[in-house]
């Protein structure tokens, strides 16, 4: 992954100056989480020790297609960006073509 593929905003703030791991290499980084449910981080380290967290959300299995269909995922946002400047129109209901359970 590039670097501009990661750093989304380049407007870092020092949090700790100076900390120490622990005897298992460990750091407590608390104090410099941002407070968001469902959050995991992917881990990027560059050659020089240098680390970048990155939080990421995972996506339900039966989902994960749409972000690798680039052209579906495409169409999606096309849709939601219109919705959201109300470039949409009433087309009625589409009850007769749903699926019943029996």
Not at 22 to 49: E, F, T
Not at 56 to 83: C, H, M, Q, Y
Not at 89 to 97: E, V, Y
């Amino acid at each position: 992954m590039t670097l501009t593929e990661v750093i989304k905003d380049t407007a870092f703030e020092l949090v700790t100056l100076a900390q120490k791991p622990d005897s298992k290499k460990r750091l407590s980084i608390g104090q410099a989480m941002v407070d968001l449910d469902g959050v995991s981080y992917s881990i990027y380290r560059n050659s020089l020790g240098q680390i970048v967290l990155d939080p990421v959300v995972t996506v339900p299995a039966s989902e994960a297609w749409l972000f690798r269909n680039k052209p579906a995922l495409a169409s999606v946002k096309r849709g939601l960006e219109d919705s959201a400047a109300g470039r949409t129109r009433d087309l009625g209901s589409f009850a007769k073509h749903a699926k019943t359970k029996e």
